[in-house]
């Protein structure tokens, strides 16, 4: 019955390549001593478990995986790649491009100690700085100037070895350095840092009623004497500070009205007031009698996601963007920057691309999204004609090279192909009216394309995987290590002792820097707050990019 299943899988290697999806991303639940596996190592272990069989996958499904992977970390972090480019955000653009040549040049340095072949050399980069795109652009930059198929073959093997054994240990080394190594080192904890952070910037503690997370809704009541003769902007002005309460609408006698700031409430008026349910809850006696007054309430409300666009917005701070006419009764519910949702504070400054929900009266929400970019209502509709053609041109800016005798030097398809998708990414934050990608389509992209590039990567890799880790697994895991250690360390020394970045922020911004989801949430939990997300989209941006490039750098430095 094994005979005929491995039959099975060597006439059918499509049905390979959906096993060890299937089987890696089960792995990739598994936990050992609080760290995941994650499905990028269980695809690739799973991969070399199946290529025991025989089974063969052409490269160029394996290569189609891989293109559509590295588009979507181009068009997620496009908008926070190019916003990074200014003075502002000097510090945490040092440390991400420290971090990321210190991996580089510690993987160079140990690949000729140890004296490892190129294909381990690039392996073990990717695994210490943990960034899976790296093994698709060395693969990609070899088989470019390999003398023989067989050499690509050999060079996929000792990658895969590589990455297998590096990026558990690299993931592990990065959440020890930034949750505990770190606060030893500077002296204080992670709580205590992002507290002193969070006082300075005046983010609101999660009991004071203003917090995405509390319901928002609208009551009528009959108006208390002493909101008589008040304006509505005076009725309004006595809500407290942390809280928010709007009067939508107004009964007077038999007409509605929706009233102007500077509407004075009359006796007998019974108004619709939206605003947090625990402020309602908490002061109904004191704007008057509650009553069921569904005509009064049947205000049109509306959820939004809206993606900042507009210049005159990114830039600024929150508390400046809650002062504005047109944010008068329009609820922030959260922030989304690079994907991770970001803590809300006065302080925050809004940057171009992040993605702010809010709630409220459909025409104030409408003129909300008019003010900061564009509306990104839900949709299944993926804009393939903009995937497909940015990746075709991407491709083309990658394939030529100059060629220096036996030499060739080019961008390659794969880094012109995360070129095109940051472009692609960047144009849509500016104009979103083309070029819309779901996010479910995005995770799609990014996860399944990478894992089945990895699987297939595994696959080819089964035969000699065994042979080259028992002959190479101990300094894998030493070269692996320090790798991390390096780069991580050199990160955090420049961030704190030359930039006086918070320690919080740093330790995301190191995080993103090395491509580190596991090691960002190790960090929250340890600091008990959201601060270190504050960093993480920035670093994100440029270390996946950087780290990626890599790959071709060290099979050009080393080849």
């Known amino acids: 019955m094994i005979d005929h299943l491995f039959g099975i899988l060597r006439a059918h290697p499509e049905l390979a390549l959906f096993l060890a999806l299937g089987i890696g991303y089960a792995v990739g639940k598994i936990t050992i001593f609080g760290v995941t596996i994650g499905a990028v190592t269980g695809c690739l272990l799973a991969g070399v478990l199946i290529g025991q069989t025989g089974a063969v996958l052409s490269n160029d499904v394996k290569q189609a995986f891989f293109l559509l992977f590295l588009f979507a970390i181009g068009y997620r972090t496009g908008p926070q790649f190019f916003q990074s480019l200014n003075a502002d955000a000097l510090p945490q653009i040092a440390v991400t491009v420290t971090l990321c040549v210190a991996a580089l040049a510690a993987a160079i340095l140990l690949s000729i100690l140890f004296g490892f072949d190129l294909g381990t050399a690039a392996g073990v980069l990717a695994g210490g700085a943990t960034e899976s795109a790296t093994v698709g652009v060395a693969i990609d930059t070899f088989r470019k100037t390999a003398p023989t198929p067989e050499a690509v073959t050999q060079f996929e093997s000792a990658v895969a070895t590589g990455f297998a054994v590096a990026y558990l240990v690299g993931v592990v080394t990065a959440i020890l350095v930034q949750s505990q190594l770190a606060p030893r080192m500077f002296g204080r904890s992670l709580k205590e840092a992002c507290a002193e952070l969070e006082a300075e910037l005046n983010i609101a503690p999660e009991n004071s009623g203003d917090t995405a997370r509390r319901e928002i809704e609208a009551r009528a009541f009959e108006i208390a004497d002493n909101l008589v003769g008040l304006t509505v902007a005076e009725a309004e002005a006595r809500v407290p500070e942390h809280q928010k309460a709007y009067i939508e609408q107004i009964r007077r006698g038999n007409e509605i ?44 409300v509306e959820i939004l996601d809206v993606v900042v666009t507009n210049k005159d917005v990114a830039g600024k701070r929150l508390w400046q963007l809650k002062q504005q006419p047109e944010a008068r009764s329009v609820f922030l519910r959260g922030i989304l920057r690079a994907g991770q949702p970001i803590p809300i504070f006065p302080g925050l400054t809004i940057r171009r691309g992040d993605v702010m929900s809010i709630a409220g009266a459909r025409r104030h929400v409408e003129d909300v999204a008019a003010r900061l970019g564009y509306a990104d209502r839900k949709t299944t509709a993926t804009d393939m004609v903009y995937v497909g053609v940015f990746i075709f041109l991407g491709g083309l800016i990658g394939i030529p090279a100059l060629k220096l005798g036996a030499l060739e030097i080019g961008l390659g398809v794969a880094v012109g192909v995360l070129i095109a998708g ?66 991580h360390l050199a990160a955090l020394a420049l961030g704190r002792w030359v930039f006086r970045m918070n320690e919080g922020v740093l330790a995301g911004t190191c995080c993103g820097a090395g491509t580190s989801a596991p090691a960002l949430a190790a960090v929250q939990e340890a600091a008990g707050s959201p601060v270190p997300t504050l960093g993480y989209g920035l670093g994100y941006a440029i270390g996946n990019v950087l780290l990626a490039l890599w790959g071709a750098v060290l099979v050009t430095v080393l080849g």
Not at 450 to 469: H, K, M, N, Q, R
């Open 257 to 300: 009205i929706s009233p102007a700031p500077q509407e004075r409430l009359q006796a007998g008026d019974i108004i619709a007031v939206a605003g947090l349910r625990g402020f309602l809850v908490e002061y109904a006696s004191r704007i008057g009698t509650e009553i069921d007054d569904r005509e009064l309430l049947d205000i049109p």
């Open 422 to 487: 940051l472009v692609a990414g960047w144009l849509r934050s500016v104009r979103r009216t083309f070029g819309f990608v779901p996010e479910a389509t995005l995770w799609f992209f990014d996860s399944v394309g990478l894992c089945a590039f990895i699987a297939c990567v595994g696959i080819s890799a089964g035969p000699s995987f065994v042979t080259g880790l028992v002959q190479s697994g101990p300094a894998l895991v030493i070269a692996s290590l320090l790798i991390c250690l390096i780069s």
